[in-house]
């Protein structure tokens, strides 16, 4: 039997609710395989602030770095939006993925033929899509210095180092070799050196990946084309300004955030998380859709435990109760036959996960 230990960070808002469920699928799922999964919970974000006085204390660094895997829910909120941004919530997550060494951002976007209705492009253009957005986590524009805001006069850097580029580039091509054989590389070379320097990077990496087809698009155009025709992509290798971006938007190709899933990898220990917020909105009424949560530990089975099995039976309940017609509030118009709350969704899910 194979013992896993994993950092939980629940965080704000809806975190609790949904981490709670994805914990409950995951003990289905290992309950039926040959591993047992040790939980630990760390605070992060504006639980943090409240308990500890800081957004990320040092234990939940060391505690997420002796962990096989980080499982995170969301963390924010109003209440700290007044706090100086060092002390806000959303550092102690940057500091978070910065500690681990998270450099590699993977956000699929899948469309559920069940679910088709539910984005705002019409069925016949996104019917079949399936993307993955790569994105560089740990450098670019979020962390270059100089960086400061004087009252009259603000800046940032957007800088990149050539290994920064050549390691995130390395994973979209190997992303693709197990997908359709395409990168599309995303940046705005035509106006800034650091595209091009972007560019020439992705170009050079590419001579060893003979067999992935490469191609390169401006910001602006992969924006467009993204909603004209996301049929056309497969792997999007992009930064972190324009992959934070670009993601979210290829999120309502899929109809709810409440859906999809990331994994940020390539360093130390993996995080992760649903693609959305905290959702204060929503928070403590029973009504979050907790997929997203779930998919994402779907992901840490399968690029940090290696459980691709366990990964797979996870993504197939998932598939099957949406077929069956279960639906959490944010997608009830869409083809509901019941509409269940947060936690019976997850118990519906870890159910059916243990008769796959
Ligand atoms: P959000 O993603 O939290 O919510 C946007 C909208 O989507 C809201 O109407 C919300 O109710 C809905 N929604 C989000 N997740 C849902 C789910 N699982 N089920 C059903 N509906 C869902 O974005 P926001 O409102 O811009 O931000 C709220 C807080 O979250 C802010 O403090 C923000 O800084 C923070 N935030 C955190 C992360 C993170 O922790 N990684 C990411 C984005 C935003």
């Known amino acids: ?160 180092e050539k290994d920064e580029i050549v390691r995130i580039a390395h994973i979209a091509f190997l992303a693709a070799r197990k997908r359709s054989k395409k990168v599309c590389s995303v940046d705005k070379s035509n106006v800034l050196e650091v595209s091009q320097l972007w560019r020439d990077t992705v170009q050079e990496v590419a001579k060893e990946y003979k067999d992935i087809e490469l191609s390169h698009m401006y910001i602006d155009n992969a924006a467009m084309q993204l909603i004209r025709n996301p049929k056309q992509f497969d792997v999007i290798l992009t930064s972190n300004l324009f992959g934070d971006i670009l993601s979210d938007e ?17 360093g130390k220990v993996g995080v992760y998380e649903p693609i959305h917020g905290s959702a204060p909105d929503i928070a403590r009424q029973g009504i979050a859709n907790p997929i997203a949560t779930i998919l994402s530990a779907a992901m840490m089975l399968r690029f940090s435990l290696n459980e691709v099995r366990a990964a797979e039976r996870i993504e197939a309940a998932v598939k099957d109760v949406l077929k069956d017609g279960y639906r959490t509030k944010d997608l009830s118009q869409f083809g509901a036959k019941e509409v269940c709350s947060t936690s019976e969704m997850g118990s519906i899910i870890a159910d059916r996960v243990s008769k796959i």
């Open 1 to 160: 039997m194979k013992h896993y230990k994993i950092a939980l960070i629940k965080g704000d808002g809806i975190g609790p609710e949904i981490i709670d469920e994805a914990v409950k699928v995951l003990d289905a799922v290992s309950a039926k395989e040959d591993f047992e999964i040790a939980y630990n919970e760390y605070l992060m974000g504006g639980i943090a602030i409240d308990v500890k006085g800081e957004p990320l204390p040092d234990d939940t660094i060391k505690g997420s770095l002796g962990s096989d895997a980080v499982l995170f829910g969301a963390i924010g909120g109003e209440k700290w939006d007044t706090l100086p941004r060092e002390k806000r919530p959303e550092s102690g997550l940057l500091k978070l993925r910065k500690s681990l060494g998270v450099f590699a951002n993977l956000r699929p976007t899948t469309v559920y033929d069940e679910l088709i209705n539910a984005s705002t492009l019409k069925p016949d253009v996104i019917k079949g899509v399936d993307l993955l957005v790569v994105r560089e986590l740990i450098g670019g524009i979020y962390f270059g210095q100089p960086r400061a805001n004087e009252g009259n006069r603000a800046y940032n850097t957007m800088v990149y």
């Open 250 to 266: 290829a999120s309502m190709i899929g109809g709810s955030i409440g859906l999809l899933p990331s994994a940020s990898v390539g």
